[in-house]
């Protein structure tokens, strides 16, 4: 069983910063990349940053030079670090991971997802 974890959304007002992390746990060997997607309302969900396990990462174009993805392999930890913080970024994000386990070569799996409100 692989569980993520987000942690670190809330209220900010534009111009502000706020650190999301996410934590893998479970019966995981192998965590193969690990991605932030966000979906706004009444949006669909879209990839905002990616992070594989050598460290490539990627970014949508409308969050590039302001949101910063990072990786923590030992805790099997991703964060994403945003700046600039702008309100059309209001939106769930979530969690994602490509994970080898016991019994699944490359799994995709999901997080809750946490609340992010750019607001004055």
């Known amino acids: 069983q692989v569980q993520l974890v987000e942690s670190g959304g809330g209220l900010v007002q534009p111009g502000g910063s706020l650190r999301l992390s996410c934590a893998a746990s479970?019966?995981?060997?192998?965590?193969?990349?690990m991605n932030w997607y966000r979906q706004g309302p009444g949006k669909q969900r879209e990839l905002v940053a990616g992070?594989?396990?050598?460290?490539?990462?990627n970014y949508a174009d409308s969050v590039k030079g302001r949101f910063t993805i990072s990786r923590h392999h030992a805790q099997m930890t991703v964060y994403l670090q945003m700046n600039s913080l702008k309100p059309e970024d209001t939106a769930v994000y979530f969690c994602?991971?490509?994970?080898?386990?016991?019994?699944?070569?490359?799994?995709?799996?999901w997080g809750q997802g946490t609340q992010v409100t750019v607001s004055s």
């Open positions: 994602n991971a490509r994970i080898m386990t016991m019994t699944e070569l490359n799994g995709d799996y």
């Open positions: 479970g019966s995981i060997l192998s965590i193969y990349a």
């Open positions: 992070i594989t396990s050598g460290g490539s990462t």
